[in-house]
């Protein structure tokens, strides 16, 4: 079996985001007099919802009706916590996980295409790809499928079926690299094998059906991730 394309998460996978992610959430919160505030505890429970309008919209499901935003108020929130995440990406909240940019760059070299297939926003996207690589988002993966491309997210196969769709490649033919339960279970939903490094948010949670699990993307851990490939399908 050959593999000629990798397929990234971005949230967790990438980069350690969720932490700024959350942050964001609770600056624009207070920013709107709101009285609500995320802690990691609610936030790991947020997580298992994709995308982030889709969270506001399942916390809001929990409080009372008449402390409960109009849609198009949660759109505007979101869009604004969406301003507030690219500055504190763009002002160095975070970088990429060990051994991304050198697996990228390995990739590369060996003539395989770098798709993306995230449930975040493309603005997201360009300014995580601008900060950590110099350069945008579409100078560094060949595709990018992102979360406002798709009505159904992770883990729906969605967002990965468009991603092998703009690849013009089948599943048996790309790997995909995800760090939760919910991108697991979408990735193998659409046909791909999946290598599993978790994330601050994701430890503990349950990977069965992956590929291989890593603790990270370093050279070292290279070899596994190479068997995991040959075993995937």
């Keep these: 079996m050959t593999i000629k394309a990798l397929i990234f998460d971005l949230d967790g996978t990438l980069a ?24 990691r505890e609610d936030y790991a429970v947020l997580l298992k919802t994709g995308g982030g309008k889709e969270r506001l919209r399942a916390f809001q499901a929990g409080l009372p009706e008449a402390a409960r935003l109009p849609e198009a108020d949660l759109v505007r929130l979101h869009a604004e916590k969406t301003e507030t995440f690219g500055r504190m990406i763009a002002e160095g909240a975070v970088g990429l996980r060990p051994g991304v940019e050198d697996l990228i760059l390995h990739a590369r070299e060996a003539e395989m295409a770098i798709a993306m297939a995230t449930t975040t926003s493309r603005p997201n996207v360009e300014v995580l790809a601008r900060t950590c690589w110099g350069r945008p988002a579409d100078r560094v993966f060949d595709v990018i499928a992102s979360g406002d491309e798709v009505e159904r997210k992770k883990p729906d196969p969605a967002i990965y079926r468009l991603a092998l769709d703009r690849l013009g490649m089948p599943p048996r033919e790309c790997l995909a690299f ?53 075993l995937s399908y």
């Excluded at 932490?19 to 609770?26: I, M, P, S």
């Design 178 to 230: 995800e760090d939760s339960h919910i991108g697991l279970q979408s990735a193998r939903a659409a046909g791909l094998g999946v290598v599993i490094t978790p994330s601050t948010y994701t430890e503990g949670e349950d990977f069965t059906g992956a590929a291989h699990c890593a603790p990270t993307l370093e050279q070292r851990n290279w070899p596994l991730i190479l068997k995991a490939m040959l």
């Design 16 to 39: 350690e985001t969720e932490e700024t992610h959350r942050a964001a959430f609770n600056a624009t919160f207070a920013a709107h007099g709101l009285d609500w505030h995320w802690s």
